[in-house]
């Protein structure tokens, strides 16, 4: 078994999408540095309620105020988002998501980080209400998770406060905004705010941790059969392409029938096998 030689926390929020356009560079860090990098999420709490939320940087004072900065975030970050749920079905607080992140992290890390996942596809791409204890259970089933075992954790008071210590963690190491990483091995860490390019995250890695290992992605069969579903920029990112050339190469592997797309807002996700 491989020991875990440096820890990559990211500071995030299922509602943020720019947390959601890190999952790219963050697929690249677990391609390229496998089990010798553990990977682990603390929740902020971006929106406790729209009633009082207030983002004057961006404009967003309202759940429709979303809609135009995910747009123009999508345009910068390249994966997909569907912006219609802010004006449809909108969730009014991110509280819920956080805390069924946490039920979901006493099944384990990657159960959590299965779910997470799951979290950001569900809001971003398919206008779920991820504000809606139900629909969080739904998405429980879907990441594979025991659904007795995280419902149970759900309507508990272990997750609360799990979610509850994340947000006093993040405000005691003065966490302003989403994403922010820490990377950590023995005593050293490194701090980075705000979105980052592979080679930043790289950098704090192998500058805590020099003796970190670099390894080739498995093929990209492999990869979208491991990950996905998986965003056209998530395998630009992980394999050194432009996203043209990344959407070319997946629809060979389309018209092969190894993969299929899924058509979500601004862009697609791919699944393993055919249609």
């Not at 929740?43 to 900065?69: I, Q, R, Y």
């Not at 747009?71 to 969730?91: C, F, I, K, L």
């Not at 504000?131 to 954790?153: H, P, S, W, Y």
């Not at 492999?222 to 990344?246: K, N, Q, S």
Request: glycine share 8%.
């Amino acid at each position: 078994m491989i020991p875990v030689r440096a820890t990559l926390t990211e500071f995030t929020d299922p509602f943020c999408t720019w947390c959601w356009g890190a999952e790219p560079v963050l697929r690249r860090v677990e391609e390229t540095y496998g089990a010798q990098v553990g990977v682990e999420f603390v929740m902020g709490g971006l929106v406790a309620d729209f009633e009082s939320f207030s983002d004057a940087a961006n404009g967003v004072t309202d759940p429709a105020d979303v809609a135009p900065h995910w747009e123009a975030a999508s345009a910068r970050h390249g994966m997909p988002v569907d912006s219609a749920v802010w004006t449809t079905d909108p969730p009014r607080s991110s509280y819920p998501a956080c805390i069924a992140y946490e039920a979901a992290e006493f099944q384990g890390t990657e159960a959590a980080r299965r779910y997470l996942r799951r979290l950001r596809e569900a809001l971003a791409t398919e206008r779920r209400d991820v504000g809606d204890r139900e629909v969080l259970v739904e998405l429980a089933a879907e990441a594979g998770l025991d659904v007795e075992r995280f419902r149970a954790a759900l309507h508990g008071d272990g997750a609360r406060a799990a979610f509850e210590e994340d947000r006093k963690h993040a405000r005691e190491r003065g966490v302003t905004s989403f994403p922010t990483f820490r990377v950590t091995a023995g005593d050293d860490e490194r701090w980075l705010a705000g979105s980052q390019p592979f080679d930043a995250l790289a950098g704090a890695l192998e500058a805590v941790e020099p003796d970190l290992d670099r390894r080739s992605p498995r093929p990209l069969p492999e990869f979208v059969e491991h990950h996905g579903p998986v965003a056209t920029r998530e395998v630009a990112e992980v394999y050194g392409l432009d996203d043209d050339e990344a959407g070319r190469r997946l629809n060979e592997l389309a018209a092969a029938g190894t993969v299929s797309e899924s058509e979500r807002g601004t862009g697609s996700l791919w699944l393993a096998g055919g249609d």
